[in-house]
């Protein structure tokens, strides 16, 4: 039964000629399938209309075969042909009365055209500006070409229709689509009609919308994406600028989408940004236009929704992470089930795929991306196959997912933790500075599961081989996580590296126990992910003299993959750390370092009263050849299967430990694959010779 608090939120809503059925609104967002995978992502939009969102929209669009960004994977409108993938993702979006959107993006000087090989086009001739820095300049658009660009937008819009979706969103947010290029006064330096004054620079988006609307718009409803404040300087589209846009052209969309100026802006981590953290600068903006406007803050909480609507901040709940940890959300707050909501962590991982050209994961919901690949459902599992219970040993995020999908299969499960709290690393990772919104893997899980009567859980229980042959569990799931290496080994070492006799030698798990060297301290990150950079703050919040020492050439390296990676140089430089890229670590001897230079070897020393290795991690699967070995007498103790998973297999992000607990949880007692695919994929259909 719904909390009459949340009424306000389910109230339909008019956009332009359409009507949304509630506010519960998934703004555009990216997976890693693109036009590689369309009935993945199809599918996946299709969950979301079962959840309850009142619109769904699909990722960036390229419209016009001039302006793309390879290598990366979005959707593609550039011809007919492309029409009946894009069928088949509105199709699912309106299977449960959602509104379908559609997100045309010319790219400009964020296109590289690498695979089309045409030459770029932009407000003005400007480097192109990507994340991997290529090597190539767009051109000056004519006012020639200005016109084909309109025509091209409403050819694309005309196609859209054809493909039945109801709305389009017109891409000019994050630095990414062309109409923020027009309006940026850091992009656009033109000296026509086009350039100049905010007038002019707004005649482009102007012309746009016109022509669309003449041609599409007693159907369809036109939504404008715009940046809150690019954040760039002087020159850069202001949040003082836009709200005299906004101002100046109050009827201009159907719906005013309000973002923050850069990707990583916006999306930023939960390490740096809160729930609601674009508040301050959309707030106000309500005021200046008829027109509803839908704006964006991991939102996961229904009272700050209402907050947002109730204030006049919102009309809409926009949502993209939130969206997809939990795609039932606004089910989930229309049946009264605030509780069953699985929260967003805000880690980014779901953004990695994009980053990588590969499929998203996320770190709450497993069966992202999955939905059609494999069948997965986010809240509906396979039946239960033919034995009856399971003992799971771990309570790490693997076997914390691997218990709560087994249990709703049907199975009797145990589990067993070696420590005094359920929740692995995730309970101790949480901890770290900036990381608390990360416990809501072990939060969401420890809730569900003490509801059921089919699930014990079994604190300080350090189990055996024999504790587990005279238990009597037919399947036994081995998720016993995986402890930080001592001995440097990682990718500079694939041996253990020097260490003197009598060096202060600690692991990311010294300091999470609590054990924190403090003087002249040396973090060497051969990791390259969060943890290196989350306990250089960590130590120097507690006084240390921090140096981090890392072979790449940036800290942290792969969190360039989930937008944070600038903010947490920024953050380290800001407290005080020494950040030394490009160098490994060679020596370690009882006062001091030796690192040499990835690129020429030469050596130098550090002092260091201490040093913390932020290496790889070693899989704590003893139990699990310890059991193998008596696997003759298996049958006798009534034990079907042993199964090694998660970071005691191979250590990973917590999304992969989550997903690796899900699988094993679907594939029990399923029939062996043998040689075939555990998914379904598709493949380019050949054109004629």
């Avoid at 600028?241 to 719906?255: G, K, S, W, Y």
């Avoid at 950079?533 to 981090?548: P, R």
Wanted: proline letters at 5%.
């Amino acid at each position: 039964m719904r909390d009459a608090r949340y009424d306000i939120l389910f109230e339909p809503m008019k956009i332009g000629p359409v009507t949304a059925k509630n506010r519960f609104y998934q703004v555009p967002h990216c997976n890693g399938g693109g036009y590689r995978d369309p009935s993945a992502a199809a599918e996946m939009r299709g969950v979301k209309a079962e959840g309850g969102w009142g619109v769904i929209f699909t990722e960036q669009c390229e419209m016009h075969h001039t302006s793309e960004i390879t290598p990366f994977i979005e959707l593609r409108l550039w011809e007919d042909k492309d029409i009946p993938q894009l069928r088949r993702m509105s199709e699912k979006m309106k299977t449960h009365g959602a509104l379908a959107g559609i997100q045309l993006a010319y790219s400009g000087i964020n296109g590289p055209n690498l695979y089309t090989k045409e030459v770029p086009r932009a407000p003005s001739a400007l480097p192109i500006r990507t994340f991997t820095n290529d090597p190539v300049q767009a051109r000056a658009l004519s006012k020639d070409e200005i016109r084909d660009l309109r025509r091209w937008f409403v050819n694309a819009a005309k196609r859209s229709k054809i493909a039945g979706f109801d709305l389009i969103c017109l891409y000019g947010a994050h630095g990414f689509g062309i109409f923020q290029h027009f309006l940026s006064r850091a992009t656009n330096q033109r000296t026509d009609e086009y350039g100049g004054s905010l007038e002019n620079r707004a005649r482009f988006v102007n012309e746009v919308i016109a022509d669309m609307r003449d041609a599409v718009g007693d159907t369809m409803g036109i939504t404008l994406r715009v940046s809150l404040d690019e954040t760039i300087g002087e020159l850069g589209f202001s949040n003082a600028e836009v709200r005299e846009f906004v101002d100046m052209n109050r009827d201009l969309p159907d719906l005013w989408d309000m973002a923050h100026g850069s990707w990583e802006d916006c999306s930023g981590p939960s390490r740096f940004k809160e729930e609601g953290a674009q508040q301050e600068l959309v707030r106000g903006i309500r005021e200046l236009t008829g027109k509803p406007v839908v704006g964006v803050g991991r939102f996961t909480s229904p009272d700050v929704m209402v907050k947002m609507i109730k204030s006049g901040t919102l009309d809409f709940i926009g949502c993209a992470r939130p969206s997809i940890a939990d795609p039932f959300l606004p089910k989930k707050v229309e049946e009264g089930r605030i509780d069953d909501i699985r929260e967003c962590i805000g880690c980014n991982i779901c953004i990695t795929g994009d980053m990588t050209m590969s499929i998203s994961r996320c770190t709450q919901n497993p069966t992202f991306m999955e939905e059609w690949r494999k069948g997965w459902h986010p809240e509906n599992m396979n039946p239960k196959g033919a034995s009856d219970n399971v003992l799971v040993v771990g309570s790490g995020p693997a076997g914390l997912e691997a218990a709560w999908a087994l249990c709703r299969r049907g199975y009797d499960v145990a589990i067993a933790e070696a420590r005094k709290e359920i929740g692995g690393r995730v309970a101790r990772e949480s901890k770290l500075p900036g990381l608390s919104a990360w416990g809501r893997v072990k939060d969401y899980r420890e809730y569900q599961l003490q509801r059921r009567p089919d699930v014990e859980i079994y604190l300080d229980s350090q189990l055996s081989a024999d504790d587990i042959m005279e238990f009597g569990f037919q399947n036994i799931a081995i998720a016993t996580g995986a402890t930080w290496r001592r001995d440097g080994v990682s990718r500079q070492h694939v041996v253990p590296m020097k260490i003197a006799e009598g060096a202060s030698i600690y692991t990311p798990d010294d300091l999470m126990d609590g054990t924190l060297p403090g003087g002249k301290v040396v973090i060497f990150d051969d990791d390259h992910y969060y943890m290196g950079g989350v306990l250089a703050e960590l130590l120097v919040k507690q006084g240390a003299d921090v140096t981090l020492i890392t072979p790449s050439a940036y800290v942290s390296d792969w969190t360039n993959n989930t937008l944070e990676q600038s903010t947490i140089h920024a953050r380290l430089d800001a407290l005080g750390v020494k950040i030394v890229l490009n160098r490994g670590v060679t020596e370690i001897a009882a006062d001091h370092i030796i690192s040499n230079c990835v690129y020429t070897g030469k050596t130098c020393e550090y002092p260091a009263d201490a040093v913390v290795i932020v290496a790889s991690r070693r899989g704590n699967d003893d139990l699990y050849h310890e059991l193998l070995a008596r696997q003759d007498d298996w049958a006798d103790a009534g034990i079907r299967s042993v199964k090694l998973f998660g970071d005691a297999e191979a250590a990973g992000p917590i999304a992969w430990a989550t997903y690796a607990g899900h699988r094993y949880a679907r594939e029990l007692d399923s029939e062996p694959l043998s040689d075939a695919l555990p998914f379904r994929r598709e493949i380019t259909e050949l054109a004629p010779e």
